[in-house]
């Protein structure tokens, strides 16, 4: 019998999973795991999730058993009692002394029966960092969860093995909290012993709860957890994400960036004279139109597709930084981060870098380029002698004159007033149908520039979003290339 133990604790600790827990930030499913005892006793009092590298949220219950306490005990833990977390699935199981930072006390109410630990070391890297996370944005109905813990019978040393078990989430029960069933009646699930241990959502892939009761019955296979909501809520330090973002946000991201690729690829290319995607170009074949259309369409499609980077990256904020960047290409209605950081960059090279570079060369185009503003200086009830005067160029029969847009802003007329709207300016790169459109000085232009600052604006935050963190230094992500 011992020397099977013996055998059991070998494996386990040759099979513990330090690669695929990722390091600090990971979200695999197995990061984040600790369990709580006694300082003094050997034995199992309940589970812990790690969320940062000093600290561990459990159950206030959890504090109390591991204490000698009764487990219901309302009364808050002296200010020198000490437990112990360990990290189960590290190599070694280490160990660590932690002190009692909150608690409150055990209790079926909104935001009770919580505690947060904080470590007096830093945790072991191998362990990971569990993120939890609150699914605002779309409904949890009858997602697939899994929580890993051990039964509360027998000691916590070597001879630990836990147990991961399959539940689906089936909604509130009370104010604070959540009932989640088991999906396999013969299999295991929830056991005296699992409180305090996270709830993995495998359809949004981030952990949603914290078990914190099982129901008493032989026949009954229910469990309970607190939402991380309540958790954040509670301990407002305890860092979660906040997930707003809706169904449709991956269908939406895709067809959005594809859409602008192909808008702005294509009336660049037009106004570089390839004449083969005029198509998709609302200027047709006109290279002149072609940029002053791409001018107006890249910085409003600009600032809708930054919105959207920045809302992922904020809801994403606790993974890693290629991470915050949505993956192209996803239809699912479970918005997905970039799996790779080469698809995070091909992502912001696409669809950021390549588009501001595209509006900033159409703006140029469009001050210092082949278009002309073009005017008739009988609206204006003057001569084209007149216009000429001013340095505008005008046809041989002096029907209409022309002018970069920067050279003059406004015509003023030589009599009365001088006219605006219904054609009196005409952009282009001739009077011949086809070859202009309605052109407003100064009003057009400053809607442009104002959405093209707009959209860096939103670019800078999004961008500042990603690469940076409360927690995360930008110089840091030279080693982000790492898949670990």
């Known amino acids: 019998m011992g020397h099977g133990a013996s055998t059991m604790t070998t494996m386990a600790r040759r099979l513990a999973p330090r690669s695929r827990l990722g390091g600090r930030l990971g979200s695999a499913k197995n990061s984040g795991i600790a369990t709580v005892r006694h300082a003094t006793d050997d034995y199992h009092a309940g589970m812990g999730i790690l969320v940062d590298k000093r600290r561990v949220v459990t159950c206030a219950h959890v504090v109390n058993a591991a204490l000698g306490m009764d487990v219901s005990s309302e009364n808050y833990p002296d200010a020198e009692s000490r437990v112990v977390v360990r990290f189960p699935l590290v190599e070694g199981q280490p160990e660590i002394e932690a002190e009692i930072s909150r608690w409150l006390a055990p209790g079926i109410g909104p935001r009770e029966d919580i505690a947060l630990l904080t470590l007096r070391e830093d945790a072991p890297e191998e362990a990971g960092i569990a993120i939890l996370a609150d699914i605002a944005g779309i409904p949890l109905d009858a997602d697939r969860l899994s929580v890993f813990g051990r039964s509360e019978s027998g000691p916590s040393g070597d001879s630990w093995i836990g147990n991961n078990v399959d539940a689906k989430f089936m909604g509130s029960t009370t104010a604070a909290w959540i009932q989640i069933d088991s999906i396999d009646r013969a299999g295991a699930f929830v056991e005296p012993g699992f409180s305090g241990a996270a709830v993995w959502d495998a359809t949004h892939q981030v952990s949603v709860g914290m078990v914190v009761a099982k129901l008493i019955s032989e026949t009954e296979r229910i469990a309970y957890m607190i939402p991380a909501y309540d958790l954040a809520a509670e301990i407002p330090e305890l860092p979660i994400e906040r997930r707003n973002l809706s169904s449709t946000f991956s269908p939406a991201w895709t067809t959005l960036s594809a859409v602008m ?108 380029g082949d278009g002309r503003v073009i005017v008739k200086p009988a609206e204006f009830i003057c001569s084209a002698k007149e216009f000429e005067e001013r340095g505008m160029t005008c ?28 054609t009196a300016y005409r952009f282009g790169d001739s009077p011949a149908r086809g070859h202009w459109v309605t052109y407003y000085p100064i009003l057009q232009p400053l809607v442009i520039y104002l959405f093209t600052a707009v959209a860096s604006v939103l670019a800078l935050l999004a961008l500042s979003s990603v690469f940076f963190d409360q927690s995360v230094r930008f110089w840091r992500t030279s080693g982000a290339f790492r898949d670990d």
């Not at 022309?402 to 030589?414: E, G, T």
């Open 261 to 368: 690729f192909i808008l702005v690829f294509a009336h660049f290319a037009v106004e570089r004279g390839l004449k083969n995607l005029q198509a998709f170009s609302l200027g047709g074949e006109n290279s002149v139109l072609s940029g002053f259309w791409g001018m107006h369409l890249v910085p409003v499609l600009l600032s809708v597709l930054m919105l959207q980077l920045f809302r992922f990256s904020t809801a994403f904020r606790r993974h890693k930084w290629w991470q915050k960047v949505p993956a192209f290409g996803r239809l699912s209605l479970v918005p997905q981060p970039s799996s790779r950081p080469l698809s995070a960059v091909a992502s912001i090279a696409f669809f950021v870098v390549l588009p501001f570079a595209a509006q900033a060369h159409f703006i140029w185009h469009f001050a210092d």
């Open 395 to 422: 046809d041989e029969l002096g029907e209409f004159c022309s002018f970069r847009p920067m050279d003059v802003l406004l015509v003023k007329a030589c009599k009365g007033d001088a006219p605006y709207w219904n």
